[in-house]
Structure formats: structure tokens, C-alpha cells
């Protein structure tokens, strides 16, 4: 199975930048999603990366490092409305069907 | 808006109680994964449906079953419900078999069993 790790919660200020790390044990690693998830909600694609290095996407960027098992997600400029679950997931290609998540990171913006 | 319906959106049940939860996929989605979501934690999958036939399954027991429909629409049924199965049940859709794809979530029926 895939053990996925990243931290629980996380504050932080409007205008400030946060990174949220995730860690990962998989066999056969076939990519790495964040997904965005505010409370009662749904959640929403943010970020997908099967290569190693950065994907920038607007004010919010993901990195991964395949040898470290090690993913990030940076949110840059925060605003109140970034306040949300963010949730790592991971894809092995030896059941690529599904989506193994982390229990996910509650990021708090202040003001 | 992923395009992704799901019905009803609340539902509550008691204990030994049968549930059917209902998903639409996105336009041109042949592929609908079912997730159990319990609270303050990570969706666990419980299946996934393409064209019609089971391509893989999660560690739930028996009594969680599924269907697709030719449309690519797709039920989830519960039989015997039991406390722990209150959760947020989400279902996403995509297109292929398998990994090929992002997966896009609907906006999930909550259930609470009493």
C-alpha cells in the first residue's frame, strides 16, 4: 500500500506565501495530484506531476522529487478564500485505477 | 464546476438500512470512481466502474456494490449500513481505463447513519 504524510494544519497570513509538504512510500509511483477541498465541499484538482521538478500554475505551484518521495505544494499571495483541506494523493501503477490521499493539511488565513 | 452530479446530497439512515447513492460523470467520462470520505480524513476508495464493468476495488466489504450504466452514470449501493459508514461519499469521474487520467469529484452525498 502507499503511506502518504503531511502535516495537519497550518496558519498563515493574507499576502504570505505557504508550502505544504507531502511524503510518500509507493511502489511503481505513477504521479502525484493535490486537491483543494473546502469544508462540506467537494474536492477540486489543483496540481498533477509525474516528472520531477516545479509546475507553476498561477499562484500555486507543486514540486516533486520521485528519489525523496517528497512532493510540496506552494501557495503564494495567499487570500481568505485559500482557506481549505489540501489533499495529496498518489497513483501507483500497480493498482493505477485509484487514488491513495494523505489525510490532508487545514490551511487557516488570517487577516 | 466539474460537471459532476451527484444525488441526493444528504441522506440519513438507520443502522441495517439499505442505500442507494447516485452519481452522474462529466460529459465524455466513461470512467466513475466511488471514495468514502470520513471525517477530518484523506477519501478512501471503495471502486471504480469502466464502461460498465468493475476495474478495481478498494478495501470495503461486500456489502458495498456498485453499477454503470450505459450512459456511464453509476450507483453506489450500501447494504446493512452500520454507524462507521457515515461519511462524505464522493464520486469521481475521468476518462480511460485506469490511471491515465485526473480524476474530477462531484460535490458528494453526505450520509449519517443512527
Known amino acids: 500500500g502507499q503511506n502518504i504524510d503531511q502535516p495537519t494544519e497550518m496558519t498563515a497570513t493574507e499576502g504570505a506565501i505557504v508550502q505544504i509538504n507531502c511524503t510518500y512510500q509507493t511502489s511503481g509511483f505513477n504521479g502525484l495530484f493535490w486537491y483543494q477541498q473546502h469544508a462540506g465541499e467537494a474536492p477540486t484538482f489543483l496540481s498533477y506531476?509525474?516528472?520531477?521538478g516545479l509546475e507553476e500554475k498561477g499562484r500555486f505551484s507543486s514540486f516533486l522529487s520521485r528519489s525523496k518521495g517528497y512532493s510540496y505544494l506552494l501557495l503564494k499571495e495567499l487570500q481568505m478564500k485559500d482557506s481549505a483541506s489540501y489533499l495529496c494523493a498518489v497513483r501507483s501503477s500497480l493498482n493505477d485505477y485509484k487514488l491513495s490521499f494523505g489525510a490532508g493539511t487545514t490551511v487557516t488565513v488570517r487577516a | 464546476e466539474t460537471g459532476v452530479t451527484q444525488s441526493p446530497t444528504h441522506l440519513i439512515k438507520t443502522r441495517g438500512q439499505q442505500v442507494t447513492l447516485r452519481c452522474s460523470s462529466q460529459s465524455g467520462h466513461n470512467t466513475v470512481s466511488w471514495y468514502q470520505q470520513a471525517l477530518g480524513q484523506g477519501p478512501q476508495f471503495i471502486f471504480q466502474y469502466y464502461r460498465e464493468e468493475e476495474n478495481g476495488r478498494g478495501n470495503f466489504p461486500p456489502r458495498f456494490s456498485g453499477l454503470q450504466f450505459p450512459n456511464y452514470s453509476s450507483e453506489l449501493n450500501v447494504n446493512a449500513l452500520e454507524l462507521d459508514d457515515s461519511a462524505l461519499y464522493l464520486c469521481a469521474s475521468s476518462s480511460g481505463r485506469g490511471g491515465g487520467e485526473t480524476q474530477y469529484f462531484g460535490p458528494g452525498t453526505r450520509l449519517l447513519v443512527l
Open positions: 506531476n509525474v516528472l520531477d
